[in-house]
């Protein structure tokens, strides 16, 4: 398999586990590998680059057996719905006190708020079209206490509503991650805007993970060039 030379999350994940404290033939032989309550089917050392984003949620080793059970989702996707969460939370207040105050909720509403923060502007567009388009987002109780409101936004409102908005340095890490999937016999793709039909497609085996990968980073970069996602 094709080394890579920067770490695809920033965190100590699957990749670091197979590579840096194992070898990925060795895992074939000698650990079970779970995602969730599902145990992967491992034939071959590529078998195990999926996950290699994911991290590892728990591991028992005795001597030359092991059982990892690896978090649900990719930890790219953990990251970055935790960042997009922290902007909805901030819009869902704005948007009620733009509504109490009766203007419009729009970007240059949202600029003027105390706490505005947002690196990429097409980014917090997207988050304010999608409000308006579907206010009943501003209608669910949010925990006084933030990490009980963060964790619904990222489980429920952003899979929900949000879930073709994504942001540059996560965007930035699938695009790694897939390039080395696709370079070690894995299936990736590109998206044409202008045709709207698949832009470049290599030979090779698809995969689910790497399937939404590919709709992550087509979706972001449809976001950037049209300004938003409504």
Known sequence: MTERHRNFTGKSDFWDWCNMHNKPEEMLTKAKVYLGDAKIELKKPEDLIPYYTHLVASAACNGNSQTINLTRKSYINIEEAEHIGNLVYDAIYWYRKAKREKVPFNYVFAQHQKNFWCSEKPVMESIIAIINKNPNITKFHLDSDYRKALDFITEYIIPHYFSKVHDAMHTRQREDFVKYASE??????????????????????????????????????KMMKEGKIS
Not at 188 to 208: C, D, I, L, M, R
């Open 184 to 221: 070690n016999g894995y299936c990736a793709f590109s998206w044409n805007f202008e045709t709207g039909e698949v832009g470049y497609q290599n030979q090779g085996e698809w995969h689910p993970v790497i399937r939404d990968m590919c709709f992550d980073i087509a979706d972001y970069h």
